[in-house]
C-alpha cells in the first residue's frame, strides 16, 4: 500500500519556465512533508519542508504548497535550471514518535536548455 | 556537522552470497539511523531504522537484517541474497527535527 504517491514518474521542463512536481498521500496522520532532490550515484538531499499547520512554505526558487482536505502537496521551481534535472521525492512523516518517513517513489525532472 | 560513510560505495554479488553493508557516522551521538534501499524504477523504501543500540526495527519482511553493534554504526546483512536485492542502499540519520540526512550510498547488483 503506497501512502506517499508521485504519479507522474517524469517531467520535461524548458529553462526558465515553472517545474510543478506534485505528490498524493492517504494517511491524514501525516503532519510533515518534506522534499528531497537526488542526483545519480548519490544519496538524497533535503530541499524543502512544510508542516502541516501551513498551506506554503517558500526558499528561494522553491515552493512548497500543501492542501491537507486534498492530502496533496506540490513542489514549485522558477525559474527552472538546467543543474535542477534530477529525481525529487516527496516524503511524509508523523512527528509524534520516531521519525520514520515515507517516500514516494519520485520524479524525474529534466529541464532543457 | 554530521556524516555518514557507507562501504563499499558499489558492490557485485552472485545470488545466494551473504551480503554485509556498514554504515558509520559522525558528529553526532544517540542518532536515530535509517536504511532505506531504492530499487530500479520504485521509490525510496524504508527497510529498517535504529532508535539505539541493539534496537531494530523492520519495516519490511524480508531476507535482509540489520544490526547496530554500537552507537554510531548501523549494518545491514543477509544471509543469501537474491536478485531482487539489486539497488541502491542509503543509510540515513536524523539531522535536524523532521529532517534526515543520507549517506552516499551503496550500490548492489545481484547477478
Known amino acids: 500500500d503506497q501512502q506517499v504517491k508521485q504519479n507522474s514518474p517524469s517531467l520535461s521542463v524548458q529553462e526558465g519556465r515553472i517545474s510543478i512536481l506534485n505528490c498524493d498521500y492517504t494517511n491524514s496522520m501525516f503532519d510533515y512533508f518534506l522534499w528531497y532532490k537526488k542526483y545519480p550515484a548519490e544519496g538524497p538531499t533535503f530541499l524543502i519542508s512544510?508542516?502541516?499547520?501551513?498551506d506554503k512554505n517558500e526558499d528561494g526558487r522553491f515552493t512548497v504548497f500543501l492542501n491537507k482536505s486534498a492530502k496533496h502537496l506540490s513542489l514549485h521551481i522558477v525559474p527552472s535550471q538546467p543543474g535542477d534535472s534530477a529525481v525529487y521525492f516527496c516524503?511524509?512523516?508523523?512527528?509524534?514518535?520516531?521519525?520514520?518517513?515515507?517516500f514516494g517513489t519520485g520524479t524525474r525532472l529534466k529541464v532543457l536548455a | 556537522s554530521q556524516t555518514i560513510h557507507q562501504w563499499p560505495a558499489t558492490l557485485v554479488q552472485p545470488v545466494g552470497s551473504p551480503l554485509s553493508l556498514e554504515c558509520t557516522v559522525e558528529?553526532?551521538?544517540?542518532?536515530?539511523l535509517y536504511w532505506y534501499r531504492q530499487a530500479a524504477g520504485r521509490g525510496l523504501q524504508l527497510l529498517f531504522y535504529s532508535v539505539g543500540i541493539g534496537q531494530i526495527s523492520s519495516e519490511v519482511p524480508q531476507n535482509l537484517s540489520a544490526s547496530r553493534p554500537q552507537d554510531r554504526q548501523f549494518i545491514l546483512s543477509s544471509k543469501k541474497l537474491l536478485l531482487s536485492d539489486s539497488g541502491f542502499y542509503l543509510c540515513?540519520?536524523?539531522?535536524?527535527?523532521?529532517?534526515?540526512?543520507f549517506g552516499p550510498g551503496t550500490r548492489l547488483t545481484v547477478l
Open positions: 558528529g553526532t551521538s544517540n542518532p536515530n
Open positions: 512544510i508542516s502541516s499547520i501551513k
Open positions: 540515513a540519520v536524523d539531522l535536524t527535527y523532521n529532517e534526515q540526512f
Open positions: 516524503a511524509a512523516s508523523r512527528t509524534s514518535g520516531t521519525y520514520k518517513y515515507i
